[in-house]
């Protein structure tokens, strides 16, 4: 099973943005990356995800590192609604079932 | 429907007594995955389906725990006989297809209280 690594948690000041980190040395070539988020008391939801290329969609962007090694997933403008917990995702194209690993929780503080 | 549906939201029961938990998949997709979140971030695959077939059930365990899914029925995971350690919430998940670029939809789980 490809492993993540992330932070624990993090802050971000309200309307600032935030770039919340993710190792994942042992990807392999076929691995997707893969962004979810848990709103409390609510289950995960698609944030983003990507293979190689940066990615852009209206909740945040992904950017990747050119060996896929790690990745960064950015939300251009925190606001309280963003308070979550982050897990970035290995996903291949066996497309089994995710391995979340511990997440990040974001605080947003305004 | 649009999303994945699960009932009930809260279930209580009594150690030893049976949980049946629910989840209709968005209506066109052919997989179907349980997990257990039992500590604040920890997430445990159980099983997953592919229609009405266990498409992998390495994570569930062999005894107390069964799952089906059936034919115009939402898919169900029971467990007999629960115990305290079985108190958790209960996500299901489906997609359309079974490849790594695919998304997983998840419903808001069931929480599970045995006491």
């Known amino acids: 099973d490809a492993k993540t690594t992330q932070p624990n948690s993090m802050e971000s000041n309200e309307e600032e943005p935030v770039h919340l980190p993710c190792n994942h040395s042992t990807i392999s070539g076929t691995d997707y990356i893969h962004w979810y988020r848990q709103l409390p008391s609510q289950g995960p939801e698609y944030v983003i995800h990507g293979l190689t290329s940066n990615v852009n969609n209206r909740m945040a962007s992904l950017a990747i590192a050119e060996d896929r090694k790690s990745s960064t997933l950015i939300l251009h403008r925190a606001t309280l609604r963003d308070a979550a917990v982050y897990y970035c995702?290995?996903?291949?194209?066996?497309?089994?079932?995710?391995?979340f690993g511990t997440g990040t929780s974001l605080t947003v503080i305004p | 429907g649009e999303e994945v549906a699960q009932t009930p939201k809260h279930l209580v029961r009594g150690e030893g007594q049976k949980a049946k938990l629910y989840c209709a998949p968005i209506?066109?997709?052919?997989?179907v995955f349980w997990y257990q979140q039992v500590l604040k971030n920890e997430f445990k695959f159980l099983i997953s389906?592919?229609?009405?077939?266990?498409?992998?059930e390495t994570g569930m365990p062999k005894e107390r725990f069964s799952a089906k899914c059936l034919p115009n029925s939402p898919c169900s995971l029971e467990i007999q006989a629960t115990k305290l350690e079985d108190s958790a919430v209960y996500f299901c998940a489906s997609n359309k297809r079974f490849r790594g670029r695919n998304i997983q939809y998840f419903g808001a789980g069931t929480r599970l209280s045995v006491l």
């Open positions: 995702i290995l996903r291949d194209t066996t497309g089994n079932q995710f391995y």
């Open positions: 209506k066109g997709h052919s997989y």
């Open positions: 389906f592919q229609n009405e077939n266990v498409f992998d």
